[in-house]
Structure formats: structure tokens, C-alpha cells
């Protein structure tokens, strides 16, 4: 589905009507053709469809207002100097709480005579100030003028894309905690009050239920899910059994997801799973991970929470990892490993075996379930969100690097990263309390992640670049 961006098009009188009517025109057809849908007045509702007056900013707000629950965000565009307490006002009648991107032409060098100057070099500078005035945050272009037709606005066009599937995304989101913290984890304990205060809830549920709910699926549809699982990777290793548990959990956990609207899930991966059921979820959070319903380890709530919000930004299935080993001597890489829950899509190779780690405690026969292999090479985003509980904030650190083509001798899930001044992000994640886990995304949308988080959520982020 397209996302809706609302247009606001300055005008001012002092300067030519026909660079905002032209500007219009031109703004609308650059967003049909990066796909998105537009609302924006037409020239029957205000003077040429543009903003200018105390009465253009009421019609535009009202219809604003009534797509409301379409829009994902606003674009200011400034074809000449444009009227500042318009577009604020625009803004503060429409209601409307999504990011705002503010834009403005340049003005060619050759017109800058009275007919064909516009000012909105300047002009930008003055919404600004009204948007600081009045409380209202919103993004900017790289370029303080472009021209719309142009790449890096473009680029701006879909960056800005991904911080409002962010902001969007992260409204009235519900979470999963399905079983309680492992005793030994410690660092993945999180405060679900602070979490509730940006407008995050947190739905749980005892293991136990899930236990008993596995033991009333039908077996045919037991079976289909099975099915499912098969199709999804190599099983060959597993036991017919084991496959068959994991396919009743599948169900159960999907279904328990969709009666409560829930969108990401953190799951006790062991060991009373492996106790009670002979199985680890590993697989089965692979899957729901490759349906863009990120899963974390170890009840890890603010850890699937980093995951979602990178799953928002890239569109693409996001990974739980650890920061877990240095790889030789290079002091810009690392090994990032898991048991084994990464969803296929990230994975270069991968098949269904048992987990390693778990089942040296439990024994390998309870422990099937861990999807093993290697990262895909190539670039990725990291983020790892935690809530301060001393201050009562969330905090967060985001940036980017490159899985490479080096091989760790070791088993599980696993890549090598390169991260440049690794030591100096090591230093940040120790000394500000931060977890061993990070969420990982094979895409590159750090700088969205940091705009939605800072400027529209009002968390505190470490962007490492």
C-alpha cells in the first residue's frame, strides 16, 4: 500500500504567483512518481492550491483532518518565500502528530529580478523559526534549496518515507512477552512503565498457557503448519516429532499475536521450553521473523523492539544477534552470534538442527529447533534500545557497518562485522549499561532510525558514525 504524504504549498503575495503554481505542479508529479499518494488542496479550495492566509490554513487543515488516519506524513514545500504563520497554522489546526519534512526551491541566478525571484532560500528559515515557535517538530532536506527533479531530494523523499513508517509504526504498539526473564539475564530486564509512556504496551503470557493451548490444536492443523515448516528450510536433521511441537507452538503463538493485535514478540527460548516441550523456538521465530514479525531471544522485550523499528525503517526481516567475539587481531571487527532464530532472509546458508549452547545444559535430543548457518555479506544497520530506568527514558544507539566474507570456525548463527571504530562503539555500549544483544537489519537506514527516534519520539540515541 502506497504511504500519503499531505502538501502544504507556501505561497506569499509580495513574490510571483507563478513560481508557486509551477512549484505545485511539479512537487505533485516528482511524488507520483516515487509512488506515494498525495492529499493537497486543489486550486478550487485556495488561491492556486497553495497556503497563504488565515482561511487557506483552515481549509487545508479540514482536509487534512478528514484523512487523518491516512496520512503518514506532511511535506512543507516552499516554491517562493511563502507565508510562515500559514504553514504553521496549517499545522496546528490540522491536528495531524507525524513528521513533517520542510522543503524550499532554489531560486536560478539568472531571475533574480522582481518577476522571477523567490526567496525561498530565505523563506525556510522563517517556517522554521514558526515551526520552533510553536512546538511543532519536523526533518529537513540535506540541501537547503533543491530542486525537486533532483536525486538527492528524491533520496530525501524515501529517507523521509522511512522515518514516517517509524513514527507510524511505533503508535499504540503492542509487544508479546510470551514466558518470564531466564534467571541469568540480567541485562535484558527492561521497565514496561517506561515503555508505556511512549506509547508501547506490553501484552504477556505464562508459558504454561501456551503448553496448554498447544495440547487442544487439531492435528490437521497441526499438520498444515508443519507443512509450512518444512518448506522453510532444510529439516532433515530433525526428528518428525520435534517438527510436529514445533508446528502446535507455531499455531498458538500466531493466534495468541493476532487476538491482541500484538506485532513483535520476545519468547523464553530456554530451558523450560526445552524441558517440557524437546524442542527450542529458534525455527519458529525465524519464520514470524521472515513475515516481518520480529522475535527476540530471552525475553528480550526492548531488544524485539529495536528489531521491529529497524523492520519499519527497511521494510526487510531484522535479526537478534550478540556482540559475542573479536575476531582475531583487527580491532574493527567482531563476530556477531546467535543460537540460531535469524530469519531466512538473512541468513547466506542455513538448515534446522539443535542449538548448540542450550543443549549442553539440556541434552541436543531436547534442544532441536536452531536454525544454523551464516550472514548474508554485505552492508547492515545496527540498534539496540533500552530503557533508563534511573531517569526514566529510553536511550539507543544506532549506526552502520558491513557483514564480510570472513569465515568463524564455530557453529550456530553467526557473521563477521566490520564496524568502523568498533572500539569506540564497545566503549559507548559499556560504560551507558547497554545490553549484549543488538538487532541487526541487512539495509542501510541508520540516519532514518535517528531522525524518528530523536526528533519525533524524543529518545536519546548514540548515532556512531
Known amino acids: ?96 502528530q507525524v513528521p513533517v519534512l520542510v522543503h524550499a526551491f532554489p531560486d536560478d541566478p539568472e531571475h533574480l529580478d522582481l518577476a522571477g525571484r523567490g526567496d525561498a532560500f530565505c523563506g525556510k528559515i522563517s517556517v522554521c523559526n514558526n515551526l520552533v515557535q510553536f512546538g511543532i517538530p519536523f526533518s529537513l532536506t540535506r540541501f537547503h534549496t533543491v530542486w525537486p527533479e533532483e536525486e538527492s531530494f528524491r533520496e530525501d523523499l524515501r529517507w523521509f518515507a522511512q522515518v514516517c513508517r517509524i513514527v507510524r509504526g511505533l503508535k499504540n504498539l503492542k509487544i508479546g512477552a510470551i514466558g518470564a526473564r531466564p534467571g541469568a539475564f540480567n541485562t535484558v530486564r527492561f521497565s514496561e512503565k517506561i515503555l508505556e509512556t511512549y506509547g508501547i504496551s506490553v501484552e504477556t503470557i505464562d508459558l504454561s498457557e501456551i503448553f ?113 567475539n573479536n575476531f582475531g587481531n583487527d580491532p574493527e571487527k567482531c563476530v556477531l552470534f546467535h543460537c540460531g532464530n535469524y530469519p531466512r532472509s538473512i541468513f547466506a546458508t542455513m538448515e534446522m538442527r539443535y542449538a548448540d549452547v542450550i543443549g549442553a545444559t539440556v541434552g541436543m535430543e531436547n534442544a532441536y529447533g536452531s536454525c544454523r548457518g551464516n550472514i548474508k555479506p554485505g552492508p547492515f544497520t545496527f540498534l ?53 544483544h543488538v538487532a541487526i537489519n541487512l539495509s542501510q537506514v541508520a540516519q532514518a532510525v535517528r531522525e524518528a527516534l530523536v526528533t519525533y519520539l524524543g529518545v536519546e540515541v548514540y548515532h556512531h558514525s
Open 212 to 324: 496448554a493451548a498447544m495440547r487442544k490444536v487439531p492435528e490437521e492443523e497441526a499438520k498444515k503448519k508443519l507443512e509450512e515448516i518444512r518448506a522453510y528450510c532444510d529439516v532433515s536433521a530433525v526428528p518428525e516429532d520435534k517438527l510436529f511441537t514445533m508446528a502446535r507452538f507455531a499455531l498458538v503463538v500466531e493466534r495468541w499475536m493476532a487476538e491482541n493485535d500484538i506485532r513483535a514478540t520476545a519468547i523464553q527460548c530456554w530451558t523450560s521450553m526445552e524441558y517440557n516441550l524437546g524442542i527450542t523456538p529458534c525455527a519458529v521465530m525465524s519464520m514470524m521473523g521472515e513475515k516481518l514479525m520480529p522475535s527476540a531471544c530471552e525475553v528480550d522485550v526492548a531488544g524485539a523492539l529495536s528489531m521491529y523499528i529497524l523492520r519499519l525503517a527497511s521494510n526487510q526481516p531484522s535479526a537478534l544477534v550478540d556482540w559475542n
Open 1 to 96: 500500500m502506497a504511504q500519503v504524504f499531505a502538501l502544504i504549498v507556501g505561497n506569499r503575495g509580495f513574490f510571483p504567483d507563478s513560481l508557486a503554481a509551477a512549484g505545485r505542479e511539479r512537487m505533485l508529479r516528482v511524488l507520483e512518481e516515487e509512488g506515494f499518494e498525495v492529499v493537497c488542496p486543489s486550486p478550487e479550495d485556495t488561491k492556486l492550491g497553495t497556503v497563504e492566509t488565515w482561511e487557506d490554513a483552515k481549509k487545508c487543515a479540514a482536509l487534512f483532518r478528514a484523512h487523518a488516519d491516512r496520512i503518514d506524513g506532511v511535506i512543507v514545500t516552499l516554491p517562493n518565500f511563502g507565508d510562515e504563520k500559514g504553514v504553521a497554522n496549517t499545522l496546528r489546526l490540522s491536528g495531524l
Open 384 to 436: 539496540r534500545l533500552s530503557t533508563d530506568d534511573l531517569r526514566g527514558k529510553i536511550k539507543a544507539y544506532v549506526g552502520e557497518g558491513e557483514i564480510t566474507q570472513d569465515v568463524a570456525k564455530t557453529f550456530g548463527a553467526w557473521g563477521v562485522a566490520r564496524v568502523p571504530r568498533l572500539q569506540d562503539l564497545l566503549q559507548c555500549i559499556c560504560k551507558n549499561g547497554f545490553e549484549h
